[in-house]
């Protein structure tokens, strides 16, 4: 989406251990009609899909998907990340590694929002190891909800995502990075 | 706002320990539809601020002040509670302690992000013990912003958050809960 790749080559730095810091409009401070626009694309590529849900996981996916959700008329669901004491205990759960900041997570989503049900778009900011993406299609296995797909802003086609998660299921990225030079050039995937 | 008071009564589920479970539409499973009605509220009580971001904390504010900010056409700035590899150290900080998960979070804006010539609305999804908004707050001092008021979807007008934080600023309370029953029952401050 040349909206979307125009910004980055705008606004996005790339760092050392292969960073590509968009946090000036994406997940720190978040463009929100840049996002609504990408929430428009995400709506014209699944809008035939019957979709339910938005799944997403705390924190940066919530923004854009609630954007897109709004266009589908559906609700968000956004995966926790810490147990907080008004969580129920009878929750899918799942363990996610997170490349960004070195730990792993245990993620959960209460049973009573997710059923068989369910048509579900999974929405998130980024796709590199697909660790994330991976987690809440497990997540919507274990609830046997359908997975219509997964609508990501930014996919680091270099990694080995990608190729994991379209195994599993369609995955429409709004912009696929092919390469990040040392000297901070960032290349799109045709 | 009689509509959010309604759905309180009609989904939201008292617990022991003094919570008020609402995340079956408002932080966990999301109302797209409802929080856009509530965003559109918050846009009418602060339109005439010179609003020129919306900030909130991560994870639950972040979704209503999207859509608040939507109306505003201003950008989102959403504070991180955990240092992650990709964010400057060259931050606002502040600990918020947090009543809900009983820790202690270290809170954080980029300094790029929050300068002098901004006036902030500031958005999160509950106000109980204020440390939240009283938090971000000292963060906007940090930077010279000047805070504009406060939007909560819910207040739990009983406990000591509302009175601190309006000594700092307006607080703009969408339901406040003046009191909730053994039995389970919601009554709403007038």
Known sequence: MKLLEDRIIKDGRVLSGDILKVDSFVNHMIDVELMANLAKEFYRLFENEGIT????????????????????????????KSKSSNVSSDSYTVDIA????GNVNNVSVT????????????????????????????????AGAKVAGCGVVIE????????????RCRVEAL???????????IHFAQ
Chains 1, 2 share one sequence.
């Open 111 to 142: 049973k009573d929002y997710l059923t068989e049900n369910d048509t579900v778009l999974i929405i998130d900011d980024f796709l590199a190891t697909g660790n994330a993406l991976l987690g809440l299609i497990d997540i919507c296995t274990q």
């Open 175 to 185: 912009a696929r990075v092919a390469s990040m030079g040392v000297d901070g050039s």
């Open 98 to 101: 997170s490349y960004t900041h």
């Open 53 to 80: 849900k938005v799944l997403t996981i705390e924190a940066s996916g919530i923004g854009i998907a609630c954007l897109t959700a709004l266009n589908f008329g559906v609700p968000v669901l956004f995966a926790k």
């Open 156 to 167: 680091k086609a270099y990694q080995a995502g990608g190729e994991l998660v379209r195994k």
